[in-house]
């Protein structure tokens, strides 16, 4: 699935189970947007995130196929520039179209309907 997305070093892809899903808290621009457009905080629970080719888990979390290709995308954006970029790219598109329509969440998205009917 990781090449049909797209992916060029699929072997390099790990599935990380964790008790809570890590976010960079020291930086402090992170956190101030993360907080802000609710991506992070109090009372919320962040299921899975993309660090590179690191895909974070939170334990109990379903991964179905359609969520794993959705952040198998998330992957492939990070391959395609880097983590920082789309680290900087993501925050500046939820302040400005909101989570369900960033650009780089669309085009997750469109993964998640893609894998729906696979099991």
């Known amino acids: 699935m990781a090449r049909e997305i797209g992916i060029k070093s699929p072997e390099k892809i790990r599935l990380v189970v964790v008790d809570q899903v890590p976010f960079p808290y020291e930086n402090l621009l992170l956190k101030t947007v993360g907080e802000a457009v609710g991506f992070i905080g109090e009372g919320i629970i962040n299921n899975a995130q993309v660090f590179g080719y690191a895909i974070y888990v939170r334990k109990g979390y379903q991964l179905t196929t359609p969520k794993?290709?959705?952040?198998?995308?998330?992957?492939?954006?990070?391959?395609?520039?880097?983590?920082?970029?789309?680290?900087?790219?993501?925050?500046?598109?939820?302040?400005?179209?909101?989570?369900?329509?960033?650009?780089l969440e669309v085009e997750a998205f469109q993964a998640n309907e893609k894998y729906r009917d696979v099991l």
């Open 68 to 103: 794993l290709a959705h952040e198998l995308v998330h992957v492939l954006q990070i391959e395609r520039t880097s983590l920082q970029q789309v680290i900087t790219q993501h925050f500046s598109d939820l302040v400005t179209y909101g989570y369900d329509n960033s650009p």
